[in-house]
């Protein structure tokens, strides 16, 4: 099982700055591809950044020049700075892991609500 641990969200004014941390953890497991999805209610959810081990990265168009994501490989966390936030930013930001041990998994963290007051 591989454990996920999200930090960083809250209320920003828009145009402000916010970072989100995401820590996987699993004894045994490699972690693979990294990523950000948000999602607000009655909407599906949608990815925001990606990242893969190699450092790849792909963001939503809606994201891109305002966010970046970031990898710590030894320490197995991403980050999510987002800058330049809006109101339509506003959303539970769930972090997502792909880790493989003979197999690859997925695994979602809790969630942590952004939320940009206009």
């Known amino acids: 099982q591989v454990q996920l641990v999200e930090s960083g969200g809250g209320l920003v004014q828009a145009g402000g700055s916010l970072r989100l941390s995401c820590s996987a953890s699993?004894?045994?497991?490699?972690?693979?591809?990294m990523a950000w999805y948000r999602q607000t209610p009655g909407k599906q959810r949608e990815l925001v950044a990606r990242?893969?081990?190699?450092?790849?990265?792909n963001y939503a168009d809606s994201v891109k020049g305002r966010f970046t994501i970031s990898r710590d490989n030894a320490q197995n966390t991403i980050y999510l700075q987002m800058n330049s936030l809006k109101p339509e930013d506003t959303a539970a930001y769930y972090c997502?892991?792909?880790?493989?041990?003979?197999?690859?998994?997925?695994?979602w963290g809790r969630g942590t609500q952004v939320t940009v007051s206009s």
């Open positions: 997502n892991v792909r880790a493989s041990k003979s197999w690859e998994y997925v695994y």
């Open positions: 990242i893969t081990s190699g450092g790849s990265t």
């Open positions: 699993g004894s045994g497991y490699s972690i693979n591809a």
